[in-house]
C-alpha cells in the first residue's frame, strides 16, 4: 500500500479502532493515496474522523457504524448502504454520500460540508447546523425525515425532495416540530407543510424565484450521484417548495428577567 | 396602574465633604448609577449591585454603598426576596435570571468538616525542609503494572533490564491539584481568559476553555488548556480538539443543572462569533443534551470519537452536576472509556442561569464526592477514571477536604475571577461588568490589565498550594496521593449520623 493511490481495506471481523487505525497507516505511510475502499464494512464506528485530506475519497461497502466522518474537514465518502447514528456529527468539510437512509441526528451540529442521502434520515437529522461566512453545511436527503428535523438550527441549508429511489413523488411529508427553536438557516421540503407540523420558533416563508437558484445546483448535484433522469431533475428543479425558516434570531431573547431592578 | 417599584438594594452614599467633583465614579461605574450635573453628582441608588468599582477608584474614599434599610415588613415566610421575585414576574412573565452560585442557606458541609494533625506519636512534617509532593496525574491508571525482562551487554557483562510492558493511557500532569474551571470567553472577557491562560502555565496546572471555542490569543497556552465540548458545539472542529490538552465534555453545570445555555445576541461580537464559528448576533444556544448523546452508550460512542479525533493521545473528560444519582452516572461514565469525570456541586458558578436552577436543583459537592469515590471502588473501577471536583471550593482546606473525601483535584472558578477583581455581585449575565471581567464592551474589557491579572490569579494558587503543603506536614503526609480519599483525617462537627454516613467520615470525638 505505499505508493498506490487506490487502496482497499477488508473490514471484516475487524474491531473499529483496527480499522481505523489501517486508515490513519495508509495516510501517513502513503501521501499519495486518492481513494481507500473499504470492503465488508459492518457497524464500526468514526470512519473518516477528523481527517483532512482534501483529495481523499473513501468508498464504503456494508453499513458503517455510528458517527461516521464526524470532525472530517475535507474527503469525500461514499457509503454503498446506510449509515447509523450520527453521520457527518460536527462535520467541517467535504461530503457523504449515502446510497440508502442515514440513521437518527444524522449531519448533528455540522459545520460545513454536504450530506447527501438517497433514502430517508432520522429523528432529529440537521440539528443544530451552522455556519459561519464560507462554512455553510448543506443537508440533502431524498426521501423523508422524522420529527424534530432542523431542530436548534443555527444556519446553512436542509433540503428535503421527498422522492423514492426511481423519482416517483412520496406524497406529503409526515415529519412534525420541524426546526423547533431554529435561529438560523433554512429548510426547504419539496411539497406542502402545515403549519402544525412546525415546531416553536420556525415559521414558513415564501418561496422565491431566488430560493430556486440556490437549491438548484444541490438537485443536480443530487441526481447525478444517484443516477436520476433528466426528466426526474426537471421535476424536482420546477416544483413547488415549502420554505420553513426562523421566526428571529433570538428565540429566546425574550425568556429571562433579570433578578435585579 | 399598579405600581411596581420596590425599594433599592442599596444605598449609594457620597461624603460632599470629600468629593471634588473629579467625575471618576461617573467614569468607572458602567451600570449608571452616578450622573455628573453642574457641580453636583446626582445618585441613581437603584442601578447599584454594589460592585464596589467606584468605592475602589474613588480617590478621595469618598463613596459609601451600604444595604439599603428601607425595611418591608418583616416575615419570615414572605421575606423580601421572596416579595421582589413575585412583584418582578407578574410584572414581566419571564424566568427569573441569576448569576454567580447558589444562594440558599443550605448547610455548607465544608465548614463542618475539621482536619487531622500529628501530636507526638506519629511526628508532623516540615515541608520547608522535606519535598511535599503535589504532582498530581489526572487520567486512567493501570490495575497493575507488568515488565518484561530484556538481556542487554553492557562493558562485556550480560544484565537482565526491567522495561515496562504495560501500555500507559495519556495523564495530564498537574504540579499542584488546582485547576482553573471552565468558563467560556463570551461569558468572560478575552483578557479574563488571557490572564487565566498565563497564570496556569506559570503554576504548572490547567485551565478549562468553556463551550466558546478558543481565541487564536489563547493558542500559545493551549498546552495548558482543556478544551470542551458541550451541547452546542461551538467552535469545535478537528484542531480545537488536537490544540488542547485534553478534552472536557460537558453534560451537566452545578449551577443549572439538566438546562442548556443561551449566550445572548448581544454578546457575540465579531471576536466572539469567530471563536464560536457562528454569525455574528445571533444567539448561542446550546440545548439541554447533547442530541448525539441519549444513553451511557451513547456518551461512550462520544468519548471514542474524541479520542479517535485525536488518535487516543489526549484524555478526556466528563463534567456532570452533582445530582441525586450521582454514583451510578460516574460508574456509568467509567465503563465509557472516559478518563476523568468532573463532578459540579450545586454550589457551582455560573455567569446566567435560571434561579430556580441554581438555587433549588442538584446536591452538595462533599456529599458527591464522597458518594462517586465510595461507588466507584466498590465497582473496582476507580483507577480507571479520576474525579475533579468543582463548585464552591473557595480555600484551599476546602481542595484539602475534597481530596480527602476521594477528589483527584479541584477546578476553581469564582475564586479565580476574584483574584481577577470580581466582587460577587452577581449580575455577569448583564454584559456590563465594571471590573472588565464578565463583558465583551472594549472600553471595560480594557480595564482589566492582562499581567497583573495573570499575577494575582498565579499568587492565589501558589498560596493555596503552599497551605496543601503545611496542612500535609501537618498531618504526617508528604504527598498528596496519600491524602486522596483518606477520610480517617476528616471528622464532623455538629453533623448528624444520615450525613456522617453520605459523606463516609467520623463525628470528631471518636
Redesign the interface.
Known sequence: MENEEVVVIDAKDMNY?EL?EKI?EVLNKNPRVKKIILKNVLGQ??IG??I?KKDLTIEIYGVPG??LG????GPTIIVYGNTE??PG??M?DGKIIIHGSGGD?TG??M?GGKIFVRDDVGY?SG??M???KD?FPVLVIGGRAKDFLG??M??GMILVLNIDREGRDLGKIRGRMIGT?I??GSIYIRGEVDEYQLGVAADIKEFTEEDREKIKGYIEEFCNYFNLNERVKEKLINSKYTKIAPVS????????????? | MIPS??P??FKVEIDREKCMLCGRCVEECSWGVYRKERDRIVIYS?RC?ACQRCVVMCPRNAITVRENTTCWRSHPLWTAEVR??II??SK?G?????ATGNAMDYPIYFDRIVLDACQVTNPPIDPLREPMELRTYIGKKPKKLEFEFVEEEVDGKKIKKAKLKTKIAPNLKLETPIMIAHMSYGALSLNAHLAMAKAVKECGTYMGSGEGGLHRALYPYADHIITQVAS??FG???DY?NRGAAIEIKIGQGAKPGIGG?L??EKVTAEV??TR???E???A?S?APH??IYSIE?LA??V??LK????WKKPVFVKIAAVHNVAAIANGIATSDADAVVIDGFRGGTGAA??VFRDHVGIPLEMAIAAVDERLREEGVRNEISIIASGGIRSSADVFKAIALGADAVYIGTAALIALGCRVC??C??GQCAWGIATQKPELVERLDVEEGARRVANLIKAWTLELKELLGAAGINAIESLRGNRDRLRGVGLNEVELKALGIKHAGF
Open positions: 479502532r481505523n490513519h464506528r468514526y474522523n477528523g483532512r455510528g458517527d464526524m470532525f472530517m474537514s447514528h450520527a456529527n460536527t467541517d441526528v448533528h451540529s459545520r432529529r440539528i443544530h451552522k455556519e459561519y462554512k431542530e436548534y443555527a444556519g427553536g435561529h438560523g434570531k433570538r428565540p429566546f431573547g425574550k425568556l429571562y428577567t433579570p433578578d435585579l431592578r | 417599584a420596590v433599592p438594594k437603584n449591585g421582589e421575585d418582578n414576574q414581566t419571564r424566568v427569573l435570571l441569576s452546542g458545539r469545535v472542529d478537528v480538539l443561551h445572548p445576541g462569533s469567530m464559528m457562528i454569525p448576533g445571533t444567539d444556544i440545548p442530541h448525539d451513547d460512542q462520544l471514542r470519537s479517535e479525533a485525536t488518535r435560571p434561579k452577581g449580575r449575565y448583564t
